[in-house]
């Protein structure tokens, strides 16, 4: 649970800016909120702060937000975006991602177990 209080929030098109008491600016996909990507930018625009700036509250489409809801969402985005800068994957996995679809064509062509 993130002990963050949030001072204010926008919105455009695309993209929920959060900026925090602390000054912390954490920007996250409207896609990830699907209520409020569907809004319309006058729905998103009114917004009031709940329990003490640990919510945002959108009154135009009852929509409620937690601090945890955002930051889980920045943090699913950010390692999504680690994922793309990984290293290319081991000889090792590649064979592990294999076996199933090897399984599979052998059972496909209903190859007859060998016989020793």
Same mark, same amino acid.
């Given at each position: 649970?993130?002990?963050?209080?949030?001072?204010? !929030?926008?919105?455009?098109?695309?993209?929920?800016?959060?900026? &925090?008491?602390? +000054?912390? !600016?954490?920007?996250?996909?409207?896609?990830? &909120?699907?209520?409020?990507?569907?809004?319309? %930018?006058?729905?998103?625009?009114?917004?009031?702060?709940?329990?003490? +700036?640990? +919510? !945002?509250?959108?009154?135009?489409?009852?929509?409620?937000?937690?601090?945890?809801?955002?930051?889980?969402?920045?943090?699913?985005?950010?390692?999504?975006?680690?994922?793309?800068?990984? %290293? %290319?994957?081991?000889?090792?996995?590649?064979?592990?991602?294999?076996?199933?679809?090897?399984?599979?064509?052998?059972? *496909?062509? *209903?190859?007859?177990?060998? *016989?020793?």
């Amino acid at each position: 649970m993130h002990t963050r209080t949030i001072a204010g !929030v926008t919105t455009n098109a695309t993209t929920l800016t959060v900026t &925090f008491s602390d +000054g912390a !600016v954490v920007r996250v996909p409207l896609s990830c &909120f699907p209520r409020l990507a569907q809004a319309t %930018p006058r729905q998103r625009a009114r917004t009031r702060l709940i329990a003490g +700036g640990i +919510g !945002v509250h959108w009154p135009l489409i009852d929509e409620d937000i937690s601090v945890d809801n955002i930051m889980r969402a920045h943090s699913r985005l950010t390692h999504h975006q680690d994922a793309h800068t990984s %290293p %290319p994957v081991s000889a090792q996995t590649l064979l592990i991602l294999r076996e199933p679809r090897t399984h599979y064509l052998a059972k *496909k062509h *209903k190859q007859a177990p060998r *016989k020793s």
